[in-house]
């Protein structure tokens, strides 16, 4: 059994900066992959970062030079630094551990808000 748990959502203004984390346990032999998805009302879910067991990371081209994904010091643990928010970044963001290279353990979602 695998349990993935994020925290660190909330509201925050146009420009302004906010630090999701994620972690992950339970029966978990390695250090697998680890993401970012969100869904924001109305649309499909996207891949918003992801980063390997090897520390090689990829984002979304919305996110790129605002958004950065890195590792905890604890196995499989991850965080989402976000800045310079934008009101299209409001969404419910959801962190995965992946096996077999597919996202397969999900979070319940964090809600993030970017509003004046």
């Known amino acids: 059994q695998v349990h993935v748990v994020e925290s660190g959502g909330g509201l925050v203004q146009p420009g302004g900066s906010l630090r999701l984390s994620c972690a992950a346990s339970g029966s978990i032999s390695s250090v697998n992959d680890m993401g970012w998805y969100r869904q924001a009302p109305g649309k499909q879910s996207e891949l918003v970062a992801r980063?390997?067991?090897?520390?090689?990371?990829n984002y979304a081209d919305s996110v790129k030079g605002r958004f950065t994904i890195a590792r905890g010091n604890s196995k499989n643990m991850v965080y989402l630094q976000m800045n310079s928010l934008k009101p299209s970044d409001t969404a419910v963001y959801y962190c995965?551990?992946?096996?077999?290279?597919?996202?397969?353990?999900w979070g319940q979602g964090t809600q993030v808000t970017v509003s004046s």
């Open positions: 980063i390997t067991g090897g520390g090689s990371t």
């Open positions: 995965t551990l992946y096996t077999y290279g597919s996202p397969r353990y």
